[in-house]
C-alpha cells in the first residue's frame, strides 16, 4: 500500500503505537492478576513460602503495567512551552517506580524464606502447591509472549524488556513445583530454600533492568541503530557524506540528528537532498519521530562535532 512521509503521519504512528501498547498493558495486567489470585489461594491452604515468593512477585509485575500505562498515556500529549520534546520520557520514570517496587518484592519474599528456614512449618495440599506453579507458568509465558510480540511491532524497548522479565518469571514459578516436589520427596527445608532462590533470581533481573535504564537515562542508544541511519544517509541520493549522526530514544519512539555533506548547488536542490535524506531515514527506522538534518555544501568546513 503507498504511505506517507508527512510529519503528521509521523504522529499518527506515534499515537497508534502508544493505543497498542495500552492495550497489552491492559491484557498483560488482567492475566497476571488472574494468576495472582489463584496461587494466593493456594498459599493459605499451603503455606508454601516459596509460592509466596512467587505469587509477592506476579503481584508486583502486574502493578508495573500500572506506571507503564499512565506513561503511554502521558507519551501521546502533544509537547507544550515546558515540556518541548513531548512526555516520551513518562516511560523512563515509570520504569524507576517498576524497579522500586520489584525490588521491595524480593526483600519481603527472601525475608519469609528466612524466617521459614529458622522457623519450619508443616506444607500441606503439595500438589495444588505444584498446580499453582504450572499457572504461574503459564500466565506469565502467555504475558510473555504478548509483550514481546506488542513491543517489538512498536518499537517500545520497555515493553519487550517486561516481556522477557515475564518470561523467566515463569520459570520461577517452575521453581515452586521443584521445591514442592522436593518437600513430597522428604526434605521440608526444600520450600524455604527454592523461596530464597527465587528472591536472589529477581534481584539478578533486576540489575539487568537498572543498567538498561540508566543507559536510557543517559541518552544510550543501540549502534546497531546509528549504523541502520548512517547507511541510510550513506545512500541517499546527493549525499557525499554524512556526519554526526546522533539518535536518542523518549519514550518508545526516536529522536535525533545529523550533517550531510552535499554538492554546492542552488538551495532548492539542497532542500530536495535533505527531504530525501530524511524520507531514507523513516524506512531505515520506523520508530523515528525527528530528524533535524543540517547540510553543508563541499566547499564549507564541517561544523565541529
Known amino acids: ?69 499512565v506513561a503511554f498515556i502521558l507519551g501521546r500529549r502533544a509537547a507544550s512551552r515546558r515540556y518541548t520534546y513531548g512526555y516520551g520520557r513518562a516511560e523512563d520514570l515509570a520504569g524507576l517506580f517498576i524497579i522500586a517496587v520489584v525490588a521491595l518484592s524480593a526483600v519481603v519474599a527472601a525475608w519469609q524464606s528466612i524466617e521459614r528456614l529458622i522457623n519450619p512449618q508443616p506444607l500441606q495440599n503439595l500438589w495444588w502447591v505444584v498446580a499453582a506453579g504450572v ?4 500466565g506469565n509465558e ?8 506488542v513491543g517489538q511491532r512498536i518499537g517500545s524497548a520497555a515493553l519487550v524488556a517486561d516481556g522477557v522479565h515475564a518470561r523467566t518469571d515463569g520459570f520461577t514459578s517452575l521453581a515452586v513445583v521443584v521445591g514442592a516436589v522436593g518437600v513430597m520427596l522428604g526434605f521440608p527445608l526444600a520450600d524455604p530454600i527454592i523461596g530464597l532462590i527465587i528472591s536472589a533470581a529477581i534481584m539478578v533481573l533486576l540489575w539487568g533492568t537498572v543498567k538498561s ?19 541510510a544517509l550513506d545512500e ?20 535525533g540528528a545529523a550533517t550531510i555533506v552535499v554538492p554546492d548547488a542552488p538551495l ?38
Open 1 to 69: 500500500m503507498p504511505h506517507s512521509h508527512d510529519a503528521a503521519d509521523s504522529i499518527d504512528d506515534a499515537l497508534e503505537a502508544s493505543t497498542q501498547g495500552i492495550r497489552a498493558l491492559k491484557i498483560s495486567l488482567f492475566i497476571l492478576l488472574g494468576t495472582t489470585v489463584l496461587q494466593l489461594a493456594v498459599v493459605f491452604i499451603s503455606g508454601s513460602v516459596a509460592l509466596f515468593a512467587d505469587t509477592i512477585h506476579n503481584f508486583s509485575d502486574a502493578l508495573t503495567a500500572i506506571p507503564l500505562w
Open 135 to 138: 499457572i504461574g507458568f503459564a
Open 142 to 149: 502467555a504475558v510473555a509472549i504478548y509483550r514481546i510480540r
Open 213 to 231: 535504564l540508566g543507559r536510557r537515562l543517559m541518552d544510550g542508544i543501540e549502534p546497531e541503530l546509528v549504523e541502520n541511519a548512517q547507511r
Open 236 to 255: 541517499t541520493p546527493g549525499v557525499l557524506a554524512a556526519h554526526s549522526v546522533q539518535l536518542r530514544w523518549v519514550g518508545h519512539r526516536l529522536q
Open 268 to 305: 532548492s536542490r539542497t532542500e530536495i537532498v535533505v527531504d530525501d535524506a530524511r524520507h531514507h531515514l523513516r524506512h531505515a527506522l520506523p520508530n523515528l519521530d525527528a530528524m533535524t538534518i543540517s547540510a553543508t555544501t563541499d566547499r564549507e568546513p564541517l561544523p565541529r562535532p
